[in-house]
């Protein structure tokens, strides 16, 4: 079965330093892999995805992430934290077939970013 | 223009109770799925649908019945309320096939008292 494992349950940064958020998959097959973003009270909106074409993914406010088969890892990454990225982050997998298609998260990591 | 719209967004009941929750969606998607939040924000499928026929039924007890009236809704029946079901709950859609984004709802908070 797909799962990912996400290193952190918080991090905590400060405003304008570099954010990095951990996540590995474990799977046989590359699978396809996304990360979302919950702020308080809301929904999981897509930051990015990565469905196997550029390894480096770019996606919304300033997020990218890098698919490394190697380390079996899909990383988070901003170069510059704002204050508006405080949220609950998740990595999520899906496998690459089949009908039943599902996402299976990780247990995902707070955000908090300090004045 | 809301893309998955949920409701109610909270829910406050007794132990017993039987609640309904509804989801509709206008991204004109045919798969739709719920998702439970717990209290330590761990997310887990519960169901999925396509076409409104069940494709994923992941170990849910029978107290929860999802109906799919159409591929644009996807509403979620709990009967006998317990304290354990108190969690967020997420309606979501996508279209069919892997690696296809999933759109997620609102959420709706359900308090079991």
């Known amino acids: 079965a797909q799962s990912v494992t996400q290193l952190g349950s918080h991090v905590s940064v400060s405003e304008g330093a570099l954010v990095l958020l951990r996540c590995n998959y474990s799977?046989?097959?590359?699978?396809?892999l996304f990360w979302y973003v919950q702020y308080p009270n809301q929904g999981l909106q897509l930051l990015l995805k990565y469905t196997s074409a550029a390894t480096l993914v770019k996606g919304i406010n300033g997020f990218e992430a890098e698919f490394k088969k190697s380390e079996t890892s899909f990383h988070l990454t901003k170069p510059s934290a704002h204050m508006s990225d405080a949220a609950e982050y998740f990595c999520a997998v899906s496998d690459r077939g089949g009908s039943n298609y599902k996402l299976t998260f990780g247990k995902g990591t707070l955000l908090t970013v300090n004045p | 223009d809301t893309a998955v719209s949920q409701t109610p967004k909270y829910l406050v009941t007794q132990m017993g109770n039987d609640k309904s929750i509804k989801c509709e969606q206008n991204?004109?998607?045919?798969?739709m799925y719920w998702y439970k939040q717990d209290s330590k924000k761990f997310l887990k499928i519960m169901f999925s649908?396509?076409?409104?026929?069940?494709?994923i039924n992941e170990t849910v007890p029978n107290r929860f019945s999802p109906k799919s009236p159409d591929k644009a809704h996807l509403n979620l029946h709990i009967n006998s309320l317990e304290l354990g079901d108190s969690a967020v709950y997420f309606c979501a859609s996508s279209l069919t096939g892997a690696g296809n984004t999933i759109y997620f709802g609102e959420g709706s908070w359900l308090t079991v008292v």
């Open positions: 799977s046989s097959v590359p699978p396809y």
């Open positions: 991204l004109g998607h045919d798969t």
């Open positions: 649908y396509n076409n409104k026929e069940l494709i």
